[in-house]
């Protein structure tokens, strides 16, 4: 209980305003710190009168000092105390301007001092300036900023005129006849502008959560989506393997019974031979003894009872029983079958990486310049398959043209019958963009398109060109009018009058449903852009009119 009693007020120096160090009290009673009254008492060495710093108390001679060993005790424990109640000042701390020695964290600020305070010195602040209402603010390393520095003065009033803080002789100063108001009324009108920005910040935070708890739900969702695809893939490949090794079984089944079925009619046709390979050698041996017997009666007689045996045709027999034995048929249809299902696996396996690649959480931002668009870049090959034959490729399938000749493809069910159209080899999916150079007269029709466009039917069945069905998206550009046009499912829609160049780009982001056509010059000028949405991969389309030429520009240069 003593010590719950104890008060700082007892046990500070009324000179340094700090704890007591090496206490000690002078003949009126009060105490100060040895330092700090030595130090008071040697300016009055030359009056040879010595005052108390409290109470004005005079003594003479100059009093002998003493040491308080009851406040040295107590001054321990308050040491204790102020550790609990002060805290030392750490880095960005702002530091109490009264300790000396170990700096303790200021809680308190006073613009009229100009000191910041900590917890202790704070309350003996308030003990010394009982009747004066210092203004104090939250302990802050800026007191100079709030100081007017032409004047000393306190910052209290705002020049609107000039936008600036000032003093109160700032203003019937320099700033005479300027609107001014107090800082308080400045704040009021402020403060309205405070709270249209937290409403604006919390709009802007409530918008964030919003969206940062969509991405989570599509983190989770992309995360369980990617686990049931490869658990469902695992499951589609290993019943495809348990179906590929069934189906090698039952070759391998076939096989062995033909070749079982096939050896046993060898072998009843070889134990037959060998019966009449030994009869002819038998019979052969009668011969050749017959041919020594020395009577011509006998000899005629004998030779009249040998009957000559049937014979089996040898030389068919052995054509046959070797054609059945020789697999050789069955072997290259085996052969053929891995490399038929190679090529199927391969095509849909490359359309299964494309749809993969499709499947984004967060879309990127959509490009601006062309170095922007130049990121996602790709290099096209046209199609040999789907080529119409009016159209002509050349310098390795990057070029096509269109002239008088007729060209003689190989028939191919995925080439286009009537269209002068063509599709490139790979899909594009994800981010893609790709740049094609015209020539300078002709129509050309730059599109994307499913795969699964139809790709036969005579002039009447337009829904075979591109942009007439819901299966493409195509740019058309005629030199003859000059104008850009956009078609899907036969909707046509002639567009604003857009700079013309020889350079078209066409950039696609696949996941965000955004297919863009840019005139490509100095600058990337927007044509036409698409928001839709695509559910198959898609691959770069062209349709060539007569005397036109379209060049799949390579951008890795």
């Given at each position: ?29 009060h105490s100060y710190c040895k330092r700090c009254i030595t130090d008071c008492w040697d300016q ?502 007569y005397g036109t030429i379209i060049k799949l520009c390579d951008l890795s240069i």
């Open positions: 209980m003593a010590e719950a009693s104890i008060s700082l007020e007892q046990f500070s120096c009324p000179v340094c305003l700090d704890l007591l160090k090496d206490p000690v009290t002078i003949p009126c009673g009055e060495d030359q009056k040879r009168v010595y005052s108390c710093p409290q109470c004005r108390h005079t003594f003479t001679p100059r009093p002998y000092l003493f040491k308080n060993v009851v406040f040295a005790e107590m001054l321990e424990k308050l040491k204790k105390t102020k550790l609990q109640t002060d805290v030392p000042a750490g880095p960005g701390d702002v530091q109490c301007d009264i300790c000396t020695g170990r700096k303790y964290k200021a809680v308190k600020s006073c613009l009229v001092c100009l000191y910041s305070y900590c917890q202790t010195h704070f309350e003996r602040h308030e003990e010394f300036h009982p009747g004066k209402r210092h203004r104090v603010t939250d302990a802050t390393g800026r007191l100079q900023e709030m100081i007017c520095q032409k004047h000393d003065k306190i910052l209290e009033v705002f020049c609107r005129t000039d936008q600036k803080y000032i003093c109160l002789l700032c203003m019937v100063d320099e700033h005479r006849n300027h609107d001014t108001v107090s800082t308080a009324l400045q704040r009021a009108a402020k403060e309205k502008d405070l709270k249209e920005m937290q409403i604006n910040w919390q709009q802007k935070i409530q918008q964030r959560e919003k969206h940062l708890q969509q991405l989570r739900e599509a983190v989770h969702s992309h995360k369980r989506s990617a686990q049931t695809a490869v658990e469902e893939s695992e499951r589609i490949f290993a019943e495809l393997i348990c179906f590929i090794e069934r189906s090698r079984s039952e070759v391998i089944r076939r096989i062995r019974d033909q070749e079982k079925t096939a050896l046993s009619r060898a072998e009843e046709q070889m134990e037959r031979l060998e019966q009449e390979i030994s009869d002819l050698r038998r019979r052969d041996a009668e011969l050749e003894q017959l041919s020594h017997t020395q009577d011509h009666i006998l000899f005629l007689q004998a030779l009249q009872s040998l009957s000559v045996p049937e014979s089996t045709d040898c030389t068919a027999l052995h054509t046959a029983v070797i054609s059945r034995l020789s697999f050789d048929d069955v072997r290259e249809t085996v052969s053929k079958l891995r490399k038929e299902l190679e090529d199927f696996c391969k095509d849909k396996i490359d359309i299964i990486s494309d749809t993969v690649k499709c499947v984004e959480i967060i879309p990127s931002p959509h490009p601006k310049t062309r170095e922007e668009f130049l990121q996602y870049s790709c290099q096209l090959t046209l199609d040999l398959n789907t080529v119409n034959p009016v159209l002509y490729l050349s310098d390795g399938n990057t070029e096509i043209s269109q002239g008088d000749s007729y060209y003689h493809y190989p028939d191919h069910p995925e080439r286009f019958e009537y269209w002068g159209q063509v599709l490139c080899t790979k899909s594009v999916c994800g981010r893609s963009y790709w740049e094609i150079e015209r020539s300078a007269g002709g129509t050309v029709d730059v599109a994307v398109s499913y795969k699964n466009i139809r790709r036969k039917g005579e002039v009447e069945r337009r829904d075979c060109l591109f942009g007439y069905n819901d299966h493409s998206w195509s740019l058309c550009f005629s030199s003859y009018s000059c104008i850009y046009s956009y078609s899907h499912n036969s909707i046509t829609t002639e567009l604003p009058l857009t700079p013309t160049s020889f350079r078209i780009g066409v950039y696609v982001d696949h996941s965000a449903g955004t297919l863009s056509f840019y005139s490509v010059s100095d600058t990337m000028t927007l044509i036409h852009r698409v928001q839709t949405t695509f559910t198959q991969p898609l691959y770069p389309g062209f349709r060539v009119c």
